[in-house]
Structure formats: C-alpha cells, structure tokens
C-alpha cells in the first residue's frame, strides 16, 4: 500500500512541478529533459554539450537548451531574430552514403501570429572524435515567441518547443 501512495504523490507532484517551471518561462512550456534521460548508444556521445540534454530515441535525436531558450540577436526587418545550426542524429545514419540528407525541419509559433518555417536542406556532419554522423541544417526563426519545431527524417518526427525570447529576457 505504501508503494502505490508513493507512486500516486510522483505522478501527482511532477506534472506540476513541471508546469510550474515552464509557467515561468512566459506560459511557453517548453520541452523538457527526459527522465530517465535519454542517452545515445555508443559510438556516439553520451553526454549532451553544456547546459543542454539530449532528446528524441534512436530513431532521431538533437541537443536542447534545459532551460527552453533561444536568445534572439536578429532583426525581424532582416527575416529572423534567431538562426542556428540545428543538428541531429540516427542510429546508424551514413554521411558516406547521404553528404546531403533528406532532413526536412518545419516550425510554427504557437503563441501568436508568424510566417511558418520550412527547410528542406542540410549536410552530414562527421565528429572525427567519433564514429557518429549527424545531420546539420541552418534555421532561421522570424519572430520571438513560443516555437514548435519538427524534425523530419525517413518516417521519423521529431517535435519539441522552444521560447526565442529577447536576450534582455534571458
């Protein structure tokens, strides 16, 4: 009886701890880290870049920001106030085999009006620490606000969200 007491105040507490951490962030609810975490199997690196975690399975994954940010430095007069080079991994994926993959990466605010993100283009990445391969692509995000942003790779989605926030803000 104790076990399932403790198991309902778990599933109880954490979705609103959860909440309470992305109702800070501007009610955008970012996505969170895992947990458990998710951990690539070797050759590729365990353990995410600094102040990021790794996020998808082994189907597709990239790095995000724990704390959900994306600083904007850009102008919205120049088409976007936030670019980045997004990359992102398959087991087993092949940058011998596919030098320009067929990565599809689209992305739609969800907290007010912005023209939609389509980019259909991107190259290998090869770590020569590594055996691993990704896949990198440019990104630009027209306006701060709240982003869901989709990964597309041969029948794979990958979505999360992210807040592109004013640097003042950060």
């Known amino acids: 009886m104790r076990i399932v007491l403790v198991v309902v105040f778990i599933f109880l507490t954490f979705p609103s701890l959860a909440f309470s951490q992305q ?29 990021q975690f790794w996020y ?11 704390d959900g940010k994306w600083p904007a430095f850009g102008k919205e007069e120049d088409g976007w106030v936030y670019r980045t080079k997004l990359v992102f991994w398959q087991r087993g994926f092949d940058w011998r085999k596919e030098t320009e993959p067929k990565l599809i990466i689209t992305g739609k605010r ?15 990445v090869f770590l020569p620490s590594r ?15 709240c982003w869901e942003i989709t990964a597309h790779y041969k029948g794979h989605d990958l979505s999360f969200v992210v807040s592109v926030e004013p640097k003042d803000q950060r």
């Open 23 to 51: 109702h800070n962030q501007s009610a955008c609810l970012t996505t969170l880290a895992p947990n458990p975490p998710f951990v690539p199997a070797a050759p590729y690196f365990s353990a995410a870049p600094d102040s």
């Open 56 to 66: 998808g399975s082994d189907t597709l994954w990239t790095a995000l920001p724990i």
């Open 110 to 124: 969800v907290d007010g009006d912005a023209p939609t993100i389509a980019v259909a283009q991107a190259n290998a």
């Open 131 to 145: 055996e691993g391969a990704g896949m990198m692509t440019l990104v630009d995000i027209p306006k701060t606000g």
